[in-house]
Structures are given as structure tokens and as C-alpha cells.
């Protein structure tokens, strides 16, 4: 077969038919046969099958094509049908995205399209609703609200007006405090004064006792108007912190010294313990952190009634100039519950309501206590057991710009000490102290001689049949005896001291522990007992002047008396107009200035004085006050004063300022401070103070 172009060729060759045998042998016979008749060709034009094809096809593609076009529109309008409520429902739903409820959907024929458009008008409906509601509550919420406006800025006003009569108020209650506290104190300090002048002269047991009573009721009243004071000053934010130097063994020395009368009475063991490795000086307020020390020792006080209440006070914390002490006041006293330790902070609480009755006390003291603690930068704590005491301790910061180790305070060429002392913390502390001072101190049974025998007598062993014990023993030791009593002299009778000694009597300060071993194991020195200053009050050549201003009687008489020495001549006047006339006319070396009195007063006087002359514009003015805050103290030195003494008047601060203003040493700092030695030990049941460092057996 042969394809061209447009022809296609098929040649077949053509054969005979099958013959008879003699019909095959004769055709083979015949040898111009050769078995084929003839070819075939066979031609076909394809133009007409492939035109007809053409046709063929182009009628199935548009009959398709129809097909196609049929079935889209057919298919178009279904889709219409069926997906332009579902695209109406789309459209819906995005208007109620938008927030546009106007517009519903129309019914559909279809069952499940008319439920759908019936769902989305309901839905619809529903936020337009809740959108009705909602801006009426908006509506209403605002109108409360601008309701609410008015409403507070109503309240402002009335806040603000109470404000500031709060701040009126608290002005008008500060104010009212002060002058309490004047003319509260102003009483105070003649009979406490006056006590002070009466317990020098010649009283007997009895009245002792009783001018005892008078002065311990005092000095209540007046921690009573001090802790009213210092409540009203942290509740006003006006109380000022003052950082000086401090001796820690004196300072807790002085504290527990003032309640030595207490502990005395109740026969009960008061100890203080500073440890060696607390560093000298100090800086910080000596006044906050004596009152935080006073009211805990006499709260331990008040609430023991046998044992002992032991101060003391540790090395928290070192780090340059940067301490931490750790201060602590045990007792073996009461104790407290754990409902009782929560309320024990608030102010005017007691632990029981029938403490203030049974205990006295306005429950202000710990209140008053933790806030100055936290003002002077620490904390404060307690633990306690019913019934078995109580521990508080807090810390205090301070700066220690030029502090040292404690050094020795005496050097004593190791001596032997006999020692005899049943209570085992004051034995220790003793035991401590005189190896830290280079003695020897041995048991009261050893055999070894010594040169000083110390015997620690509790008030039972003064007893008529131990009496006569220790005073066989005081008589058979041929070297001095020191003994130290755990009373007071009016108490106790007296032991004859055969071969010299001392009596001290609990508890006592180091630094009369120090001169009592100095007189009895070291050999004195000429002119030790003179004292400074005896030769600058012996030199003048005249009296020198003083000028009391005061509108009280009993004060100025108080004064006077307080004053009395051939060194000074003491002038007294009874109103600023009275100064003013003296002044014209005298001079005087230094001025007693009350601040407090009807016409002109204290502050006005000292202006007027400054005006008259160039010597009263040097003369030193002391103000004499009950009371007197930071500020006003401030504004009284800035309008010409030069000091502040505060009422009662302590006869140190008053010859203090003597001395500093005048250069004199008054007679109450020299032959009274022996007498004043002697009288603390009989007259006022010895309020001299013992400090001890026992931390562990090698350093302190």
C-alpha cells in the first residue's frame, strides 16, 4: 500500500483459481504461466473522506457547543435560585456586623431558606433591641454617674473642710498639749525639785521612805505627760531625730540605774550586758534610744515578780562606718499569750484590760517605742511563753565614724580576788570583767590567798542567823571586803567591814565597780580627789550674777535654792517688765529665762533685753520651759536664746550650762556629786548602774 498526499494506492497481485491434476500439469507444462494471472491497483482520492470528516466533526463541536450553553443556563438558573437568598443573608449578617438592624430579609419559597431568613430578622430584631437597652442603661448609667459626680465633688468640699479642720484641730490639740504639758510640768518641777532639796537635808527612815513614795510618783506622772507628748509628735510626723556621740555602757548604765529603786524593792536581779566588740562612740539620738531602753526595763519590771530582768546589748552588724546593734530586755515574768503578742503594739492596750488597774500605765509606752525604733531606721520583736517572761529586742542602726574597741577601763597588776556571787549571770559578768581588768579572781572556798574578797549577798542573807554568818566571815579575812547587796540600805543592816571594803549596792555601773577597785587594790595618788574647776570657782574674785525670770513662785524659789553656793549671787524677778527695770540698772552674767509668762514673755523679754545694751547683747539668756518641740527650739535660739533647759530641771543640765556659759563648776557637780554618791546609795536606794559583756568565755 502506497499513501501520497491526497491519493491512496493498494496494488494486490491476482492469482488463478485451483485446477485438476492434469489440468496443474499442463499449466506447468507451460512455463509462460509462472502461477499469477494479474495485479491489482486500486487508487482512492482521501479529499472527499477527509472533507466529509471536517463536516463531522465542526457538527459535533456546535452541537456541543449548544449542549454546553443549554446546561449553563439551565445550571445559571438554579444557581440563581438557590444561592441569591443565601448572598441576600450574607449581606444581611454584615449589616448586623456594621450594626445597620433596618433592613430585614423577604420571605423565601423554600423551606430551609425561609427558617434562615426568619433566624437572621429574629437575630436582627434582637440587636436592635439589646441596642435599645443598652443605650438606655448607657443613659442611665451616665445620668447616675454625673450624679455621682456632684455627689463627690460634694464630699470634696466637705472632705477638704474637714481637713482643714482636722489640721485646726490637731493645731488647736498640739497647742493644748503644750500648754498641758507647762502647766503640768510647771507644778512637777517644784515638788520634784523641792524633793530633790529635801532628800539632802537630815530625814529619818521613815520619812525617807515616804519623800521615796512622793518622788517615784512623780517621776510616774511625768513619763505619763512625756509618753502623751512623744504620741502626739509621731502622730503629727514632727518628732526629729538628733545624731551625737554616745557612749553605750554609760547610756544603758543611766537607764538601768533609774530603775534600780524598783528592782531593789522587788528583790529582783538587774543586769546589763554590753559586749566588748561594741565598738566607742556611737552616733545616733541618746534621748530616743534611752526613753526606747527605760519604758522596756520598767514594763519588765512591772510584770516580774521574782528573778530576773537582764539588758542587753550585741554586735549585729559591721561594715565601715555602718553598725547594727542588737539591743534585748528579758524578763522572767509573766509572759505573754499569742493573742495577747498582736494587740501588744496597738496604742492605749494592755495585754489584759486589767493591767492598766493592777500594773499602771496608759498602754502608750510600746506604741511610742516601735515608732521611734522605726524612725531610727529598725526593727522591734518579741517572744514570750505565758508564765515563763519575755524577751524584746529590736535593732538600731548607727554610724561609727571614729568608733574603737572598747578598751580596759582600769589596770589592776593581777591581783587575786576572792569571789562569792550565787547569782550565775552576775557572776559571770564579774568573773569576765576582772579577768578584762588583769585580776584573779578565784572560788570563795579555794585556798589561795588574795587581796580582795567580793561577796554577792542576796537580801536573805542579811537575816539575823546568816547575818552573824557573813559577819564571822567579814571578821576572820584579813584583806578587804567588797560586798555587793541586792537591796537597798534602809532595808538591810549593816555589816561592820573589820579590815576596810565597800558596800555596793544593786545593780551598779561599771564605772562605780572601777573606783571602788581602784581605792581598794591601787594605791592613790595626791590630789586624786580633787575635782575640776574647784580652782576657777575659789578664783573669782566676786560673785558671779544670775537673774531668774519666772512668773511662779515655788520655781523661782526652787531655782534659788538649786543655786545656792558663795560662788553666785541669784536675783530673782516675777515678769519680763520686772527684768527690763533690773536690767537698766544692773548687769547680770547669765539669765534663767521663763518662756511662759502673762504680758511680755520669754522670747519677747529676751529681744527687748538684746536691745539695750552691747552686754546684754552677749549675756547668755537660757530659756526655762515644761515643754519645748524641735522647731520652737530652733525659733528660740534663731530670736537671740542661747539654750533650752527643760522642766523638771536636772541639776547636771544646770551645771553643765554653768559651766559651759560661764566656765564655773557649780558646787552640785563637785562636793555633791560625793554627796550625791553616798545619797543614791542610801537616799535613793543607790541608782547606780552595772553594765557586763559576757558573749562567750574569751571575748566580749
Known amino acids: 500500500m502506497i499513501m501520497e498526499e491526497d491519493v491512496w494506492r493498494l496494488r494486490l497481485p491476482l492469482e488463478a483459481p485451483q485446477l485438476s491434476t492434469s489440468q496443474t500439469s499442463t499449466r506447468q507444462a507451460s512455463p509462460a504461466s509462472n502461477g499469477s494471472v494479474g495485479w491489482l491497483d486500486i487508487e482512492m482520492d482521501t479529499r472527499a473522506l477527509t472533507l466529509v470528516r471536517y463536516k463531522l466533526i465542526a457538527s459535533l463541536s456546535l452541537g456541543g457547543m449548544l449542549l454546553g450553553l443549554l446546561l449553563f443556563l439551565v445550571a445559571f ?52 433591641q439589646a441596642q435599645r437597652n443598652m443605650q438606655t442603661q448607657i443613659e442611665q448609667a451616665t445620668s447616675e454617674l454625673q450624679e455621682s459626680m456632684e455627689t463627690i465633688e460634694e464630699q470634696n468640699i466637705k472632705l477638704d473642710l474637714a481637713h482643714r479642720s482636722a489640721l485646726r484641730a490637731n493645731a488647736v490639740k498640739s497647742e493644748f498639749l503644750a500648754n498641758m504639758s507647762h502647766e503640768i510640768r510647771t507644778p512637777l518641777n517644784g515638788i520634784i525639785g523641792f524633793c530633790r532639796l529635801l532628800g539632802r537635808s537630815s530625814l529619818d527612815t521613815r520619812q525617807q521612805e515616804w519623800l521615796q513614795h512622793v518622788h517615784r510618783a512623780c517621776d510616774n506622772l511625768l513619763m505619763l505627760v512625756n509618753d502623751v507628748l512623744d504620741f502626739s509628735k509621731l502622730e503629727a510626723n514632727r518628732l526629729t531625730l538628733e545624731e551625737t556621740d554616745i557612749d553605750i555602757v554609760a547610756l544603758v548604765d543611766e537607764v538601768v540605774g533609774l530603775h534600780a529603786p524598783e528592782a531593789q524593792r522587788k528583790q529582783l536581779h538587774l543586769v546589763a550586758m ?45 561594715e565601715g562606718q555602718h553598725v547594727v546593734l542588737n539591743l534585748s530586755v528579758s524578763d522572767t515574768g509573766i509572759g505573754l499569750s499569742e493573742a495577747h503578742k498582736e494587740a501588744l503594739f496597738s496604742a492605749f492596750s494592755q495585754a489584759e484590760p486589767s493591767h ?9 509606752g510600746l506604741t511610742i517605742c516601735r515608732q521611734l525604733i522605726e524612725r531610727m531606721g529598725g526593727e522591734i520583736e518579741v517572744e514570750s511563753e505565758l508564765g515563763k517572761g519575755t524577751t524584746f529586742s529590736f535593732t538600731l542602726p548607727m554610724l561609727a565614724h571614729q568608733a574603737i574597741e572598747r578598751p580596759p577601763e582600769v589596770h589592776l597588776d593581777n591581783p587575786t580576788i576572792r569571789l562569792y556571787e550565787t547569782h550565775a549571770p552576775t557572776r559571770h559578768v564579774l568573773e569576765h570583767l576582772l ?31 546568816w547575818h552573824s554568818h557573813w559577819q564571822t566571815v567579814i571578821d576572820q579575812t584579813p584583806y578587804p571586803t567588797l560586798i555587793l547587796a541586792n537591796g537597798n540600805s534602809f532595808d538591810l543592816p549593816p555589816l561592820h567591814l573589820t579590815h576596810g571594803g565597800e558596800i555596793l549596792y544593786k545593780p551598779f555601773s561599771r564605772a562605780q565597780l572601777v573606783a571602788t577597785l581602784k581605792q581598794l587594790l591601787l594605791p592613790r595618788t595626791d590630789g586624786a580627789s580633787k575635782w575640776p574647776g574647784a580652782t576657777s570657782a575659789t578664783s573669782s574674785p566676786q560673785p558671779l550674777k544670775l537673774l531668774i525670770v519666772d512668773d511662779n513662785a515655788p520655781n523661782r524659789e526652787l531655782l534659788k535654792s538649786m543655786l545656792e553656793d558663795p560662788t553666785l549671787q541669784v536675783i530673782t524677778v516675777e515678769s519680763g517688765h520686772q527684768a527690763l527695770e533690773f536690767a537698766h540698772t544692773s548687769n547680770v552674767d547669765m539669765v534663767l529665762m521663763d518662756i511662759r509668762m502673762p504680758g511680755m514673755d520669754g522670747v519677747q523679754t529676751t529681744q527687748a533685753l538684746r536691745r539695750l545694751s552691747s552686754t546684754w547683747a552677749r549675756c547668755p539668756i537660757i530659756a526655762v520651759t515644761a515643754h519645748v ?25 544646770l551645771d553643765q550650762l554653768l559651766n559651759r556659759f560661764l566656765g564655773v563648776t557649780h558646787r552640785l557637780t563637785s562636793s555633791s556629786a560625793t554627796a550625791s554618791s553616798s545619797q543614791r546609795d542610801s537616799n535613793a536606794a543607790n541608782t547606780q548602774r552595772f553594765s557586763h559583756t559576757p558573749r562567750h568565755p574569751t571575748r566580749y
Not at 438592624?101 to 423551606?111: E, K, Q
Open 274 to 318: 554590753v559586749y566588748d566588740d561594741v565598738p566607742t562612740p556611737l552616733t545616733g539620738d541618746p534621748l530616743r534610744i534611752h526613753q526606747v531602753l527605760n519604758n522596756l526595763i520598767g514594763n519588765a519590771l512591772k510584770f516580774t515578780h521574782e528573778g530576773e530582768v537582764i539588758v542587753r546589748v550585741m554586735l549585729d552588724n559591721l
Open 77 to 128: 438558573a438554579i444557581s440563581r435560585y438557590a444561592t441569591r437568598p443565601i448572598e441576600e443573608a450574607n449581606q444581611a449578617l454584615y449589616r448586623l456586623s456594621r450594626g445597620d438592624y433596618r433592613l430585614g430579609l423577604a420571605p423565601s419559597n423554600a423551606t430551609e431558606l425561609h427558617h434562615l431568613s426568619g433566624h437572621i430578622n429574629a437575630l436582627a430584631e434582637h440587636f436592635q
Open 356 to 364: 492598766s488597774r493592777q500594773f499602771g500605765g496608759s498602754g502608750l
Open 629 to 653: 518641740l524641735s522647731s520652737e527650739r530652733q525659733q528660740w535660739l534663731a530670736e537671740g536664746l542661747d539654750d533650752v533647759l527643760i522642766k523638771p530641771i536636772d541639776e547636771t543640765q
Open 435 to 465: 579577768q578584762r581588768w588583769e585580776a584573779h579572781p578565784i572560788a570563795f572556798d579555794a585556798a589561795e590567798p588574795a587581796k580582795l574578797m567580793i561577796l554577792g549577798l542576796e537580801h536573805s542573807d542579811f537575816s539575823p542567823e
